[in-house]
């Protein structure tokens, strides 16, 4: 598991409010079938922008973005290599 992998999964727990443990979930597992809402959505995009520094642009603002751990990390991925290259 990678160091982004845990972080995610930390604030998988302490913001997204599922009726399971993050820890059982396989990093592909869809969230929302896992009890992922929409508000507590919001309140994990909020805590990944401030974890990692960076910020979500409006065309990752959609269900498929948040929809797995997977997910999410190639999403970080993709921002933080795009603010790479911008330095």
Same mark, same amino acid.
């Given at each position: 598991?990678?160091?982004?992998?845990?972080?995610?999964?930390?604030?998988? #727990?302490?913001?997204?409010?599922?009726?399971?443990?993050?820890?059982?979930?396989? +990093? !592909?597992? !869809?969230?929302?079938?896992?009890?992922?809402? +929409?508000?507590?959505?919001?309140?994990?995009?909020?805590?990944?922008?401030?974890?990692?520094?960076? #910020?979500?642009?409006?065309?990752?603002?959609?269900?498929?973005?948040? +929809?797995?751990?997977?997910?999410? #990390?190639?999403?970080?991925?993709?921002?933080?290599?795009?603010?790479?290259?911008?330095?």
């Amino acid at each position: 598991m990678s160091k982004a992998e845990d972080t995610i999964r930390a604030i998988l #727990e302490k913001h997204g409010r599922l009726p399971c443990a993050v820890a059982s979930l396989a +990093s !592909d597992a !869809d969230l929302y079938t896992a009890g992922l809402k +929409s508000f507590a959505s919001v309140q994990i995009m909020l805590a990944l922008e401030e974890a990692f520094d960076l #910020e979500f642009p409006e065309r990752m603002l959609n269900r498929a973005t948040f +929809s797995s751990i997977a997910m999410i #990390e190639q999403s970080i991925g993709e921002l933080s290599q795009c603010r790479a290259l911008a330095s």
